[in-house]
């Protein structure tokens, strides 16, 4: 399975992509943005955890984006 986010400017057009994707008989759930942040950034953090170690300066760079 794969899947796509839409990243959508307003609650009107977000009801017009669920509507269109349910009408194609396509799942769909509504996640807010920031939340969604948070759970990649927990991944990123988990992931790095796995790892030997990581330098200050790799943390440092990796939190200003």
């Known amino acids: 399975m794969e899947s796509i986010i839409i990243k959508t400017k307003s609650k009107t057009e977000l009801n017009f992509w669920m509507e269109l994707i349910r009408k194609t008989g396509t799942d ?5 943005s920031d939340i969604l942040e ?9 992931q790095g955890m796995e790892t030997a170690e990581t330098s200050r300066d790799k943390i440092m760079k990796a939190l200003r984006g």
């Not at 948070?38 to 988990?46: A, H, L, Q, R």
Request: charged share 50%; hydrophobic share 50%.
């Open 38 to 46: 948070d759970e990649i950034f927990k991944k990123i953090i988990d």
């Open 28 to 32: 769909a759930i509504k996640i807010k």
